[in-house]
């Protein structure tokens, strides 16, 4: 499944993609040897940005000045044949191309918006796949020994007793998930500044330095800033001259270079403005449905995949028979559950995988602050595997019976059958699954998967 996430991050390789293709397209028959000879320049140009993009570490205004260094040494000597330019010579024109700006001011407000545009678009699609990655390694951590005991009572128990039909009460089923979920809902503050400074990139994206019109017409500039050179040539070998020198005539002659493919350039700009813009706006919404997704997930489980009753029904499974459930709903987060009535959850023990990835998100909305306010950012990967110890499937006879002891249980995981649909009592056909010890933390990497991938 595809969403405004990637197709947006998709946006800004296509762009590039296109740039490429255009400049491969028109520049032969624009510039002839010049740009024949040159070919590889503008290829290393393009994997540089790429490279760039996929966040190597690369320095992007160091790669845009070696570019055009590059660029004009190979230009000036092809523009000038009848001189042997050796390269030292070389070395001197570079040091008074500042000076001279043979290339027109394209390279200097080219870097300034390039980077700009690429700084916001890599910072979005490492952002992204941050979020991504804690999704996943949150979707990972095994449930514990007592959270899997309480979701059998609150999924299979009714089918022992005969109540197939009977749906759990909704406030006991929030307890269960609130319980198991507990160190999953403190990821929610720093999941909702993730989310928040993403928002914040995005605008920059389709903003000043809207990266349709910076990263899609980089062959342009290109195309323009040759034609600045191929128009005052004679006014810039004149300056370097004066600079360095008068080099030696070549005793190989002039070349064939083909001075009638001067002149402006009129590559066309395919704009796709208003596609950017709804790929944005897409996603923003997206990203703000996404704020408060941990500490609604509970509720969503409940009425999505559970499909617990209403709060006010007194004909629901409480956990113990056909009732009312009386006990309070916990509030979110680990320091909530200390009188979970359903879970033991042992608050003293935040799980330390998710404690991880509280410390990634809080990494990346830094980057991402830094990058919001044009500055270049290092993503290199720093986050750990790491995973918990999972426990089988196991319905103790105590389990149906009773809420479950808070004192700690020191009992080793029991295994047992899963008794058949038919028989032992159970009356009632019903489609819900048996759960096992990964069907909620399987719902919940279902449940968030549908809005960020």
Not at 56 to 78: C, D, G, P, V, Y
Not at 87 to 110: I, N, S, T, W
Not at 364 to 389: E, K
């Amino acid at each position: 499944i595809t969403s405004p996430f990637s197709h947006l991050s998709g946006y800004f390789q296509d762009l590039l993609n296109k740039s490429e293709k255009a400049l491969y397209d028109a520049f032969p028959s624009m510039y002839g040897e010049l740009y024949t000879q040159n070919v590889k320049v503008f290829k290393d140009l393009y994997s540089e940005l790429r490279r760039y993009y996929r966040s190597s570490n690369i320095n992007l205004e160091e790669a845009l000045n070696e570019f055009w260094t590059r660029l004009l040494e190979r230009l000036f000597k092809l523009l000038n044949p009848q001189y042997h330019i050796s390269d030292e010579y070389l070395d001197c024109m570079v040091k008074h191309a500042e000076q001279h700006r043979p290339f027109g001011e394209v390279p200097r407000d080219l870097k300034v918006k390039a980077t700009r545009a690429f700084i916001a678009a890599r910072s979005y699609a490492q952002g992204f796949l941050v979020g991504s990655d804690v999704v996943r390694k949150v979707s990972q951590v095994s449930l514990s020994q007592e959270c899997t005991r309480a979701i059998m009572k609150l999924m299979y128990c009714p089918h022992c007793r005969g109540m197939a039909s009977v749906r759990p009460c909704n406030n006991y089923c929030l307890n269960v998930v609130k319980g198991c979920l507990a160190n999953q809902a403190d990821l929610s503050t720093e999941w909702k500044y993730l989310m928040d400074s993403l928002i914040g990139v995005a605008d920059r994206i389709d903003g000043p330095y809207n990266v349709d019109t910076v990263i899609g017409t980089i062959h342009m500039r290109i195309a323009e800033a040759i034609s600045n050179l191929q128009e005052n040539k004679d006014s810039i070998t004149s300056k370097v001259f004066q600079g360095c020198g008068n080099p030696k005539i070549s005793t190989k002659g002039s070349s064939s270079e083909d001075k009638r493919r001067r002149g402006k350039v009129t590559l066309e700009a395919k704009s796709s403005a208003q596609a950017l813009e709804m790929l944005v706006l897409d996603a923003k919404g997206n990203l703000t449905a996404l704020k408060t997704y941990w500490i609604t997930l509970p509720s969503s489980l409940c009425s999505k995949k559970v499909m617990a009753s209403s709060a006010s029904d007194d004909k629901c499974w409480n956990g113990m028979t056909k009732g009312s459930y009386l006990p309070e709903v916990m509030g979110d987060g680990l320091a909530n559950q200390i009188n979970n009535p359903e879970v033991e959850v042992d608050i003293t023990k935040p799980d330390m995988t998710i404690r991880q990835q509280i410390m990634q998100l809080k990494i990346m909305t830094n980057r991402l602050g830094n990058a919001n306010i044009g500055n270049d950012v290092d993503f290199q990967d720093t986050s750990d595997d790491m995973s918990g110890s999972g426990s089988g499937d196991s319905c103790p006879d105590d389990v149906c019976g009773k809420r479950l002891s808070k004192s700690p249980s020191t009992r080793q995981p029991e295994t047992h059958a899963i008794p058949k649909q038919s028989g032992h009592g159970v009356s009632g056909a019903s489609s819900r699954s048996l759960p096992s010890a990964s069907l909620l933390l399987l719902l919940l990497l279902l449940s968030v998967m549908q809005l960020w991938r």
